[in-house]
């Protein structure tokens, strides 16, 4: 089978700490024909030099003229992207070796697969493992829209950026990353293209997240930003009401297993991670 061309994704912002450890990760893929699109946000540390220190012509470095923000910066990696597949990974985060070769092998063996996904790995930011986060209990190709409905009642089966490779061709049929949320725009993203087809779930533990207090969920998860997040949530499932066939009823349950989860998750950072 051939191999298509790639496109992993960093948007950077003030990662000098880590984005070397993420970049490493990427470039020892066992997949090998594959493009790194860095965008820097404007960094006000040193994240550029650090990058820029590293030999490997597969390294696409863009700088920002200006701050973009989190959307716009994420939408800026995509609009970079050349390959027939894409992952976007945050800039503390890593992937196992054969992570990309075994996400891009379903989905170039499932044509129906707008996205395939895997298990992570939680550590906290000195390395510590802090648990797993596991997707939708299925192995193989699954009905998108039913893993995204079933998600808003359960928990957001598609995780954390790094956990899914998708094709560009989705991206192209549905727009990229919402700017009118603030806190779930990768969730918005997700549930997006999984309406477009179906899922391939890899339970292996392919890719690691580095669990922080003072990142957007952090922040939400601890308790000062839950109101905010819960408003983006009630925005989120109304956005696809109708396409996921979802009642008022429907609505006002998710919402409360939403508060319940987040009240659950602020226990555990403020036990866990430190």
């Not at 051939?2 to 020892?28: F, H, M, Q, W």
């Not at 800026?76 to 070796?97: P, Q, T, V």
């Not at 499932?237 to 602020?266: P, T």
């Amino acid at each position: 089978m051939e191999s298509p061309l790639v496109s992993v994704c960093i948007p950077a912002y003030n990662n000098a700490g880590y984005i070397k450890e993420t970049i490493d990760s990427v470039l020892r893929q066992t997949y090998r024909n594959l493009e790194l699109v860095i965008c820097d946000d404007k960094s006000t540390d040193n994240t550029v030099e650090v990058i820029e220190k590293i030999e490997d012509t597969r390294i696409k470095l863009f700088k920002n003229e200006k701050n973009l923000g989190m959307s716009g910066n994420w939408n800026n990696c995509l609009k970079k992207c050349r390959g027939e597949f894409i992952k976007l990974i945050c800039a503390d985060d890593m992937l196992s070796e054969d992570c990309l070769k075994k996400e891009v092998r379903a989905l170039q063996e499932h044509p129906t697969a707008v996205l395939a996904e895997s298990d992570t790995k939680l550590f906290d930011m000195e390395g510590r493992p802090k648990g797993f986060y596991k997707r939708y209990r299925t192995s193989g190709l699954v009905d998108g829209k039913m893993v995204a409905r079933k998600g808003f009642f359960v928990k957001n089966y598609f995780g954390a950026p790094l956990a899914n490779t998708f094709r560009r061709s989705a991206v192209q049929q549905t727009g990229g990353f919402d700017p009118w949320y603030t806190y779930i725009l990768d969730y918005d993203f997700w549930v997006k293209l999984a309406c477009k087809g179906d899922v391939f779930i890899i339970h292996e533990p392919l890719n690691y997240f580095r669990v922080r207090n003072d990142s957007n969920t952090g922040e939400v998860m601890a308790g000062g930003k839950t109101e905010d997040y819960v408003k983006e949530h009630i925005h989120l499932v109304k956005k696809f009401q109708k396409e996921l066939g979802l009642s008022d009823a429907d609505i006002r349950r998710s919402v409360r297993i939403r508060k319940l989860r987040n009240f659950a998750a602020g226990v555990y950072l403020k036990v866990f991670v430190r």
